[in-house]
């Protein structure tokens, strides 16, 4: 697939929304949580259920891409997103304004973050085996460093476009609201002009349904790279979850009100989404890595932002150390992700891209939670604790022997299927899956 292509372009804009509205909600979330009065362990907790929700939702998504076609599945992705933001802005306004009480209008915001859990991968899982179909071994860990790229813009786009949304009527509940629009004028885009099939794929020889992704979680070929991206997103999801609190923290020793906070908020996330665009955008595509050196690179620089974060101490010490993290997760999620992609066959892809988004769901399953009631113990707790886990990231990637053994891109490395067999994303049999 052309990454200019018009396809590639809208499934650019997919993971572009589905990541700004998602970091934009984050971005607001401690301040909604400050003014509600909730304990900071408990608004943590309504982004744990979410999580716990697309952990358990994504192998379904995997595989029903395989079979009802991987449109079908970025579509319902995208409408589920809308929905849930759509509920969170209305809950969020309903308490801040009194109509609610406090307690109810969170139960509300649960419930919508449980709807974005139980969707929200759809879209995603969907997206990255629509590329992975059409793309050759030798061009696709550029394809997904590209498709991941779209992450990292969006989490630009989300914390910066967050307090333009902040208005008079609808306060913080703005922003939801906002990129529930945006996330719609999406949908419409992709079943208009996102093209349905021309990939293929190989029946099973006994006509029965193959299915690929059973038991694939434990598969020794993809063994490093998931326990490598479990470590890394939970020490990224610990970063996230504590930056709002930390800088509100930060700054209101100065003598700052909570809401005066939230431009500082989105500048400390725009600064780490600028690091990790600079990675995928300008590093990976010049130095041509391939996803174990990625993973070296990621690990390291993760490490090291945590590092800063525990040594450095004021507002400047909190954008440094997690802009050094953030480009750390550049380089290592789509290192693992293409490494995974490359591990197995080509009617594997759709299990393992559900693989995939069930360790973003498990990573802000526990770490979140762990991390925001460690940081109310002492500021560099979270910070030590992600220096751990990352340390093994880092012991993992450089001794693995699977991994030094791993498949890399290769020009004569061929995956084209039959062209005899029917079309793999459009509805229907899907080549017997």
Known sequence: MNPKSPAFLILFSVSLIAAAGNMGLQSVLPAIGREFGLADTLVAAAFAVSALMWTLASPFWARLSDSLGRKRVIMIGLAGFTVSMTGFGLAATSGLEGWLGVGVAFVLMVLARTVYGLFGSAAPIASQAYVADRTAPAERTQAMSLLASAQGLGTVIGPVLAPLFVLPLIGLAGPMYAFAAMAAVVLVLVWRRLPSGEVVRVPSPSGKPRHAGKGLWKDPRLRGFLLYGLLVTGAQA???????????????????????????????????????????????????????????????????????????????????????????????????????????????????????????????LGPPVIGVALYQLAVPAPFVANALLLAGATAIVFLSRQLRDAVVDLPDRDESPSPETPPASQPGPEGNR
Do not use: C
């Not at 955008?281 to 974060?309: D, E, F, T």
């Not at 507002?315 to 992609?341: D, E, I, K, L, Q």
């Open 238 to 364: 610990i970063n996230i979850s504590v930056l709002g609190f930390h800088i509100i923290d930060e700054l209101t020793t100065t003598g700052m009100t909570t809401g005066a906070t939230q431009p500082f908020i989105g500048l400390a996330m725009f600064a780490g989404a600028t690091g990790t665009l600079m990675v995928q955008w300008g590093l990976i595509p010049l130095l041509k890595l391939q996803p174990r050196q990625l993973m070296q690179w990621g690990a390291v620089l993760a490490l090291l932002g945590n590092l800063m974060s525990i040594t450095t101490p004021g507002y400047f010490g909190v954008v440094v150390g997690y802009a050094v993290v953030s480009m750390g997760v550049g380089f290592a999620r789509p290192g693992f992700t293409a490494g995974a992609s490359l591990a197995v066959d080509g009617h594997e892809q759709g299990a393992v891209a559900g693989l995939m988004m069930s360790i973003a769901g498990l990573s802000f």
